[in-house]
């Protein structure tokens, strides 16, 4: 993953004009668009605190396909699910709930925002942050998930960290997720801007996208421990 740049070099723009006698040729176009949405500048700034708005608006440098729900993960898990659309050349998050007081808010941009003409999706995740109260959160935990039979890399799953006082005798059916990001396509996962605190760590494909375990073909995937302990950034 990699975190929302505040700005990006600008892009050129050429228009050339043909004008010729001879016989008429197609015209043809340049090389083909092979590079996904590049973010110019969110508003709030990214690690903006004593956050009071409701909005957060990411613009990119082309027009943008419709987005669903899962084009942006928002931690922690809002109890509304927020409004999220793509306009134009932007995407706009719309909160419908108030925000806890003194808590620092995660977006991940997915690569569920593609552009319009080609549908070429962001490169790699984008991270954005900000702090309803004067300071972020500035623990973390990173590791990788591979499949159990032939340790392969375990790719589309939600990685989440559930309060481990949520759970008993280890049963992690129906316990909505704190914290949430999607794993990439070397089933690698990172958290950021996390509260200290006791975690229950694991990861599954999410198919309802209600960011809780609770369906029979929901594919899980655990963590050697059966509770993490933050209070700094820890790699695995």
Not at 95 to 113: H, W
Not at 156 to 165: E, Q, S
Request: some cysteine; charged content about 20%; overall charge neutral.
């Amino acid at each position: 993953m990699r975190r929302m740049w505040e700005s990006v070099a600008g892009v050129g723009l050429l228009i050339v004009l043909m004008v010729a006698c001879a016989a008429p040729k197609p015209l043809e176009g340049g090389p083909k668009d092979e590079v996904g949405p590049i973010p110019l500048y969110v508003r709030p700034a990214n690690e903006t605190v004593n956050f009071r708005g409701k909005t957060v608006v990411f613009s990119f440098d082309e027009f943008l396909k419709p987005v669903g729900a899962d084009a942006v993960l928002i931690t922690p898990v809002p109890p509304t699910p927020p409004d999220i659309y793509a306009q134009g050349k932007r995407v706009i998050v719309r909160f419908q709930d108030d925000l806890l007081p003194n808590t620092t808010y995660v977006l991940t941009l997915t690569k569920g925002i593609k552009d319009f003409n080609e549908g070429n999706a962001l490169a790699a995740p984008l991270v954005y942050a900000f702090s309803t109260g004067p300071k972020l959160d500035s623990c973390g935990v990173a590791g990788s998930i591979a499949n159990a039979f032939d340790l392969r890399p375990a790719s589309k799953l939600t990685a989440v960290l559930v309060p481990a006082d949520s759970i008993v005798n280890g049963d992690l059916r129906g316990k909505r997720a704190l914290y949430a990001v999607p794993t990439d396509d070397q089933g690698g996962f990172r958290f950021d801007y996390i509260r200290p605190g006791r975690y229950a760590l694991f990861a599954f494909s999410d198919q309802d996208k209600d960011f809780s375990y609770n369906l029979a073909n929901e594919r899980l995937a655990t963590a050697d421990a059966d509770t993490l302990t933050l209070d700094s950034v820890r790699f695995f």
